[in-house]
T-cell receptor, first 115, second 112 residues
């Protein structure tokens, strides 16, 4: 079990640039979640997919944020244009189709710094 | 709405001390309850869970009991180690796996 794989681990970019974060969920998992973690706001759910379909994107902060899941093994979170307040650690998580009581499996996150 | 409240940290203990991290929740229905742990530079990982009232979840010497009457799920360990230093998150889910609600996290420091 390779776990949830995120890339890059660290991203430093300048304000106004486009940032793309990538996630490969665990094989066989059909739910995928994007979270953002900051000291001030803790862990926030941005969006989640079920069977590659976005189910709830109410946590996406602004139109600058977008997420896609073109297939069961890949998802992206894009920020365009990026701003300094987007600096945070972004986590991807997946869970299996057993539904109730299934825990989340997190990747190691992408630390984003926008200067 | 659903919510999780856990004690503020940081909590600093000496090795072999007893640990309690309090967690209370508000939820409709009968949620499943979880404790996750986050080590430095890593994502959260499941520590233990309980799915119904009076269930006790346990793992790696940690325990928590689902108390419906007090809506609590306190985390305990009888003797902590330096390697237990991490951030601990209490969480609930009553959506069948679609929306886990996390507490703010409690940072634990264990001194040798």
């Amino acid at each position: 079990d390779a776990g949830v794989i995120q890339s890059p681990r660290h991203e430093v970019t300048e304000m106004g640039q486009e940032v793309t974060l990538r996630c490969k969920p665990i094989s066989g998992h059909n739910s995928l979640f994007w979270y953002r973690q900051t000291m001030m706001r803790g862990l926030e759910l941005l969006i989640y997919f079920n069977n590659n379909v976005p189910i709830d994107d109410s946590g996406m902060p602004e139109d600058r944020f977008s997420a896609k899941m073109p297939n069961a093994s890949f998802s992206t979170l894009k920020i365009q244009p990026s701003e300094p307040r987007d600096s945070a650690v972004y986590f991807c998580a997946s869970s299996p189709p057993t539904g109730l009581n299934s825990p989340l499996h997190f990747g190691n996150g992408t630390r984003l710094t926008v200067t | 709405g659903n919510s999780v409240t856990q004690m503020e940290g940081p909590v600093t203990l000496s090795e072999e001390a007893f640990l309690t991290i309090n967690c209370t929740y508000t939820a409709t229905g009968y949620p499943s309850l979880f404790w996750y742990v986050q080590y430095p530079g890593e994502g959260l990982q499941l520590l233990l869970k309980a799915t119904k009232a009076d269930d006790k979840g346990s793992n790696k010497g940690f325990e928590a009991t689902y108390r419906k009457e007090t809506t609590s799920f306190h985390l305990e360990k009888g003797s902590v180690q330096v390697s237990d230093s991490a951030v601990y998150f209490c969480a609930l889910d009553n959506t069948g796996g679609f929306k886990t609600i996390f507490g703010a996290g409690t940072r634990l420091f264990v001194k040798a």
